[in-house]
């Protein structure tokens, strides 16, 4: 940015506010990024498979390589030792759960899936695939192997229908 350590500090505060600024306004981007996966016009299959490619694609983009995910890498490192930090990482984690629950819960209205399928389960399976994914991205896995394991589990979790 062309600044000192000091003009960086008067202008955010100190190294911690800065990162809890910089998660903030990371998670805005993130909703922003992911809201049309979320789309209810969208089959489950569709917004499942408009998730994964908007994740690739951020995920791996970086000048530095890849990024990965701000708040998976977060809950490894600074979510640890401090409270206020794994509050917000564990609060960006729920949400993201509320999401896929709402996206599963309208898969099973819409008849997308069987009135008894294990929703708690199949949250927990995307979102353990999307952690996965985080890290996968940013130890550099190469891309067709992350789309594989993506597109496995939207064809577990949202199979095509079959004829008949």
Do not use: H
């Amino acid at each position: 940015m062309g600044i000192n350590r000091p003009s960086l500090y008067s202008a955010f505060g100190d190294k911690r506010q800065l990162f809890l600024k910089a998660y903030a306004r990371y998670r805005d981007e993130v909703r922003a990024r992911f809201a049309p996966a979320f789309d209810p016009a969208l089959t489950l299959r569709q917004s499942l498979q408009l998730f994964f490619a908007t994740a690739l694609d951020f995920y791996l983009a970086g000048a530095n390589g890849p990024q990965g995910c701000f708040s998976v890498m977060t809950a490894g490192s600074e979510a640890m030792a401090d409270p206020e930090i794994r509050d917000k990482v564990q609060q960006a984690l729920a949400d993201t759960d509320k999401l896929f629950a709402g996206l599963f819960a309208r898969a099973v209205e819409r008849r997308e899936l069987p009135p008894d399928t294990d929703l708690p389960l199949m949250v927990q399976l995307v979102g353990s695939t999307f952690v996965t994914l985080a890290v996968g991205c940013r130890a550099r896995f190469p891309r067709a192997d992350l789309e594989a394991m993506c597109a496995r589990l939207v064809n577990l979790v949202a199979p095509l229908p079959t004829a008949g």
